[in-house]
């Protein structure tokens, strides 16, 4: 079975910065795309940014040139560095991995247990 186990969460002032981590584990060979989603209370859960195992990127839009994701292959991790927060930004963020190849065959869709992200003065 496939785990991503996030980690870096936490409460920040505004204009602050902070930087999460997730690490998939699971007899894992590659995985396609790795993303950040986040949820605030009453909302629904929205991508934050995504990233292809070529590199390509995608981000939302009340994100761009703040956030900034990257990933290394070898080690099944992926981070999102997060700049210039907003309290707009609190909410939980949840790690995703599209299409893992593993031992065991394919898992297509996997969450992690989600970091929460307070930004607040």
């Known amino acids: 079975q496939v785990q991503l186990v996030e980690s870096g969460g936490g409460l920040v002032q505004p204009g602050g910065s902070l930087r999460l981590s997730c690490a998939a584990s699971?007899?894992?060979?590659?995985?396609?795309?790795m993303g950040w989603y986040r949820q605030a209370p009453g909302k629904q859960r929205e991508l934050v940014a995504a990233?292809?195992?070529?590199?390509?990127?995608n981000y939302a839009d009340s994100v761009k040139g703040r956030f900034t994701i990257s990933r290394v292959n070898a080690e099944n991790t992926v981070y999102l560095q997060m700049n210039s927060l907003k309290p707009g930004d609190t909410a939980v963020y949840s790690c995703?991995?599209?299409?893992?190849?593993?031992?065991?065959?394919?898992?297509?869709?996997?969450w992690g247990q989600g970091t929460q992200v307070s930004v607040s003065s």
């Open positions: 995703n991995a599209v299409r893992v190849r593993t031992q065991r065959g394919f898992f297509y869709d996997t």
């Open positions: 990233i292809s195992s070529g590199g390509n990127t």
């Open positions: 699971g007899g894992i060979f590659s995985i396609d795309t």
